[in-house]
């Protein structure tokens, strides 16, 4: 197995996630429906999320998102991509892959997101909801792992830039 191929576990770790994530979208909408009562619901339970039991995982998540986009972005330096988010969508010339590499690096954060709002919605709101926790794990993992990934792209880009050509290699 070549450095560049994920392994196994990460794949299957990735593909878990995925369904996982499928699995609740659809789990969500059937059980709850989708109307304008559920979507305030939503939005009230989201912004109560930041106030009261386990506010920790709002700094826990962009912390352990940071610590999985770090060595990525500086990967991305040295094998010369641009920044992740808009190759891995919008670039052509883009390697293929690129997406998938990004979901394989975030499927371990997200299962600790998905993970973490289960206990807190039973511990505060005594039941789940699906979607909710969905939305928090790309809120606060996700989204914070593709900043800090093209954060730790530039500045391994002008941090190995300003010591020379040859550290890229």
């Given amino acids: 197995m070549s450095a560049a191929e994920p392994s196994s ?3 299957a770790m990735t593909w ?21 009562e559920i979507h305030q619901r ?6 109560d999320r930041i106030h009261g039991p386990m506010t920790f995982r709002f700094y826990l998540q962009p912390v352990m998102a940071a610590i999985a ?16 988010f ?4 919008w670039d052509s010339g883009a390697p293929k892959g690129r997406l998938r ?9 997200v299962l600790l997101g998905l993970s973490m709002d289960v206990i807190y919605q039973f511990k505060v709101l005594d039941r789940f909801y699906p979607g909710e926790a969905l939305m928090m794990a790309i809120l606060l993992a996700v989204i914070p ?3 800090f ?11 190995l830039g300003s010591k020379g050509t040859n550290t890229l290699a």
């Avoid at 939503?42 to 912004?47: K, V």
């Avoid at 808009?86 to 969508?89: E, K, P, V």
């Avoid at 990934?149 to 941090?159: D, K, T």
Wanted: hydrophobic share 55%; charged share 20%.
């Fill in 9 to 11: 576990v990460a794949r």
């Fill in 16 to 36: 878990l996630t995925i369904g996982l994530a499928a699995i609740l979208v659809v789990w969500g909408i059937l059980r709850y429906g989708w109307s304008m």
């Fill in 42 to 47: 939503f939005w009230t339970d989201i912004f």
């Fill in 69 to 84: 986009a770090l060595p990525d972005g500086i990967k991305d330096t040295r094998s010369g991509h641009k920044s992740f």
């Fill in 86 to 89: 808009w190759s891995a969508l």
């Fill in 101 to 109: 590499e990004g979901l394989m690096s975030t499927a371990r954060v």
């Fill in 145 to 147: 792992y593709f900043i």
């Fill in 149 to 159: 990934r093209w954060i730790a792209e530039r500045v391994a880009r002008w941090w």
